[in-house]
Nanobody, 122 residues
Framework: VQLQASGGGLVQAGGSLRLSCAAS????????MGWFRQAPGKERELVAA????????YYADPVKGRFIISREFAKNTVYLQMNSLKPEDTAVYYC????????????????WGQGTLVTVSS
């Protein structure tokens, strides 16, 4: 499975960005997907996740109400719509796929994209 993340960039605080993660080489419709981020000097953290069907989602507290995760099966793509961005959202964002069918809620992933940088200026 290959994951290609895109859509990062520089945005002012309060602005929006949409990240995309295109999957290839596997059965996208079977995979739960997640978005993680890692800020300089900090550990990687889970930001949002979506189940294989799209029927369940998870958001970390810092992004609840601002970020939306979604998936488009026809394009084998998962999105992260980020609104009301804050300087503390600055990080490299990674998408990840769970091809092993881990129990929803464990958020275990075995494939990772290369990351896309999001910089939010104040």
């Amino acid at each position: 499975v290959q994951l290609q993340a895109s859509g990062g960039g520089l945005v002012q605080a309060g602005g929006s960005l949409r990240l995309s993660c295109a999957a290839s080489g596997g059965t996208f419709s079977n995979y739960a997907m997640g978005w993680f981020r890692q800020a300089p000097g900090k550990e990687r953290e889970l930001v949002a996740a979506i189940s294989w069907s799209g029927g369940s989602t998870y958001y970390a507290d810092p992004v609840k109400g601002r970020f939306i995760i979604s998936r488009e099966f026809a394009k084998n793509t998962v999105y992260l719509q980020m609104n009301s961005l804050k300087p503390e959202d600055t990080a490299v964002y990674y998408c990840a796929a769970d091809s092993r069918g881990a129990t929803w809620g464990t958020y275990e992933y075995d494939y990772w994209g290369q990351g896309t940088l999001v910089t939010v200026s104040s």
